[in-house]
């Protein structure tokens, strides 16, 4: 898969990584993004508003920082049982299943929170991230709302240590940990 540039990455990346935001984006946030979905901008699909509200969070405010409430845009393309998922602000598209009224899309990352050093693995974790629920059409089939849950599931990634990090102001809560949204999405 061609890499492109998705400079909004960053943004999206500062939105739930906190504390340690800057060292993920320069060193390390950015190439997983490209390797992991393919990144760039694209005319495809309708663009929708997304009103997410906060209901859960077991990770604590430290490393996640869950807003309470969250807007973003996506841009949804819907092909037989297949919908696309554009994220404006990200510059990520993600593919993920439509059918029956109920839609899902996911996708997991390894993120570095703090480097590995002579005497230290460092701290990496993986998030995945989960959007399901209900898709309303219209009598043409086209998508005119999306509602449902977005899900942060995070957890220290194989090999490495991350106890340094956790139940510290700065760090997790506990881990593995999730943050959970319910949103709405409408055409924008």
């Keep these: 898969m061609a890499v492109r540039l998705c400079i909004d990455s960053v943004k999206y990346l500062r939105q739930f990584c906190g504390h340690y935001a800057k060292v993920l984006a320069r060193e390390y946030f950015v190439p997983l993004v490209f390797a992991a979905y393919g990144c760039g901008s694209t005319d495809e699909g309708k663009l929708f508003d997304v009103t997410a509200t906060l209901a859960d969070s077991t990770c604590g405010s430290g490393a996640v920082n869950a807003k309470d409430d969250w807007t973003f845009q996506v841009r ?3 092909d037989s049982s297949t919908l696309t ?3 404006v602000d990200s510059g990520t598209t993600t593919e993920g299943t439509i059918s029956d009224g109920k839609f899902s899309v996911s996708a997991a990352n390894n993120y570095v929170v703090t480097a590995g050093s002579d005497s230290s693995t460092g701290c990496t974790v993986r998030r995945h ?3 399901s629920g209900d898709a309303t059409l219209d009598k043409s089939s086209n998508l005119t709302k999306l509602e449902g ?4 599931k995070y957890s220290q990634a194989t090999g490495y240590n991350c106890d340094s990090l956790i139940g510290t102001s ?6 593995p940990c999730e943050v959970d949204y319910t949103f709405v999405a409408n055409p924008g």
């Design 129 to 131: 991230d989960s959007y």
């Design 149 to 152: 849950d977005i899900v942060f």
């Design 76 to 78: 949804l393309k819907k």
């Design 85 to 87: 998922w554009y994220d």
């Design 170 to 175: 700065d760090g997790f809560d506990d881990l």
